[in-house]
């Protein structure tokens, strides 16, 4: 069974006769949300859809945090500028661009045109709330008394389950400043009934300098927030979180979620809402950091690949296996490759690329996978996928027709919906090749001789004037030509290193390049005669 459809299984299971949930995720805008985070959205997504289409009722609440402190400067933004800021709730942070409200407004709006694209609608498979709204409208209020009438307690858990020591003058809150602003500063350091005192320290932290205020304030309605952990159990009840997965971190022994699970259960006498705990998303084989700018944005990749791909790559693999996405390498074309033979099994054909036969077991898990990747299930229709790296590769050929070298692939005229996937794949394949394709797929097709070919050697010559002769004998598919070629290089002396270099040498200047086949066969069959000639007769 397709894993979203065995968690939905396992859900229905945990909430006998429920009918009706709230599913629960949120990302913290302290900068460009970066592609891990859509692991976890994605998640939650399907399995709210897998749900729905079970005849339950399905809310899902993507919180955008805006309520946290900067506590972290990316790498892309004015040092000067945005440092008077460090420590004040992101809320309270201006935009980096005109036409904003503020900060997480800014990044907030591009990780929504993501999720739209992604087939995620606001207000029907999708519910977005804003941290510092649910503060400020007092939702928190009774939770926040609470734990504040714990902090023992808390401290012990934290001790307990993390070993993280706690002193005795330590509260589980921070609140906004007053005098400036900042709330990554201040210090609790006294409860008086429904108000606390406390110092807005001017080196409580590296990244941030408070003012040296002392006060008193009452820490409901957004005055006041609760760190992470404890805040988690908090959200937990707020919003009557029935279902919430988190990432790797988070589900490590003594780490976030056992210290939520313990404050929710033992301090706030609540509920834990079931878990889907997954891997992390590596870029590059690199976790990444939102903060820090590092590794590619959701906005970035989500111009490279198309939204069906996206949910395709984000629900691949089990959520405890984790995804190495690296652009600059194969794994684009190989996702393409995947999603291709997917689809094919989905709409009852055999997969190309696949070498491995495949049970029936395996075909109904790819038709799900196929399914939970679609934007809309509802209208997923069968058309010609011309692959792409074949695409790609058509795409460095100036004198090529893409088109009519696709419909040669196809066997037939396109259809208007071939069309469309075609332009898809040669828009998105020109962005590829332009700022990620790594130099061992890129080539260019030289108009002259280039200088390297003159060192070829005699048996690198005469296996190019076979070629020739060959290519001059008759037409041949790039299939038939790629077959042809290695029953030459098996009667040459050359190894197939050195044998296929030469007409990577000969024709593009380098010793590496696509397949030959099909590389030959899209050339003009004169120019590579009159070339490989030239260069196996130097005289």
């Known amino acids: 069974m397709f894993w979203v459809d065995h968690i939905a299984d396992e859900i229905i299971k945990a909430f006998p006769g429920k009918k009706s949930f709230i599913v629960r995720d949120e990302k913290t805008l302290s900068g460009r949300v970066h592609i891990g985070s859509l692991r976890g959205f994605v998640i939650h997504g399907v399995v709210a859809q897998a749900l729905r289409e079970r005849g339950c009722e399905v809310r899902y609440i993507f919180e955008l945090n805006d309520a946290d402190p900067m506590d972290g400067m990316p790498v892309y933004l004015d040092e000067k ?24 407004d800014y990044f907030g709006q591009e990780i929504k045109s993501v999720i739209e694209k992604m087939g995620f609608r606001e207000g029907k498979e999708i519910e977005y709330v804003l941290a510092s709204e649910l503060y400020s409208k007092g939702i928190y209020n009774k939770w926040i008394d609470k734990v ?3 902090p023992e307690k808390i401290r012990a858990i934290y001790k307990e389950v993390s070993g993280s020591e706690k002193g005795d003058d330590w509260y589980p809150l921070q609140v906004i400043c007053e005098k400036c602003g900042k709330i990554g500063t201040t210090r609790v ?49 707020g919003n009557n979180v029935d279902i919430e997965g988190s990432g790797k971190d988070h589900n490590a022994a003594g780490g976030s979620r056992d210290v939520s699970v313990r404050v929710a259960t033992e301090v706030l006498g609540g509920h834990v809402p079931f878990n889907i705990p997954y891997e992390f998303f590596l870029f590059g084989g690199a976790k990444m950091s939102s903060s820090k700018g590092k590794g590619a944005s959701a906005k970035e990749v989500s111009d490279l690949i198309p939204p069906e791909m996206l949910r395709f790559l984000m629900i691949g693999k089990q959520p405890n296996q984790p995804i190495d996405f690296d652009p600059e390498g194969d794994t684009i074309p190989r996702l393409y490759d995947r999603h291709d033979d997917v689809a094919r099994v989905y709409f009852g054909g055999k997969p190309e690329f696949t070498n491995v036969e495949i049970d029936e077991n395996e075909k109904k898990d790819m038709k799900r996978l196929y399914h939970f990747s679609q934007t809309d299930p509802s209208h997923a229709d069968e058309h010609f996928l011309p692959r792409f790296s074949r695409v790609a590769f058509l795409l460095q050929l100036p004198h090529i027709d893409v088109e ?33 394709a790594s130099e061992r797929v890129k080539f260019e097709l030289q108009k002259n001789t280039p200088e390297v070919a003159r060192n070829l050697t005699p048996d690198q010559q005469k296996f190019l004037r076979d070629i020739a002769d060959l290519m001059d004998a008759k037409e041949s598919s790039g299939e038939e030509l790629h077959g042809a070629i290695h029953e030459l290089r098996k009667q040459s002396p050359l190894d197939a290193k050195n044998a296929f270099a030469a007409i990577y040498i000969a024709l593009l200047g380098k010793d590496s390049g696509p397949q030959a086949g ?13 070339r490989f000639r030239e260069v196996s007769n130097p005289s």
């Open 81 to 104: 500028k945005f440092a008077p800021f460090m420590g004040k709730p992101l809320k309270d942070v201006p935009s980096p661009e005109p036409g904003f409200k503020n900060f997480p």
């Open 148 to 150: 504040l009438q714990s």
């Open 189 to 237: 350091i006294g409860v008086h009934g429904k108000e606390v005192e406390y110092h807005c320290e001017e080196n409580m932290v590296k990244w941030a300098r408070g003012c040296g205020y002392n006060g008193k304030t009452d820490p409901y309605d957004g005055r006041g927030k609760l760190p992470w952990k404890v805040e988690w159990a908090v959200k937990w009840q």
């Open 404 to 436: 009519k070298e696709v419909e040669k692939l196809k066997g037939g005229t396109l259809t208007v919906e071939d069309e469309k996937e075609l332009g898809l794949r040669v828009e998105l394949g020109k962005k590829w090749l332009s700022d990620y």
């Open 518 to 530: 099909w590389f030959l066969e899209a050339l003009d069959k004169e120019f590579v005669v009159k």
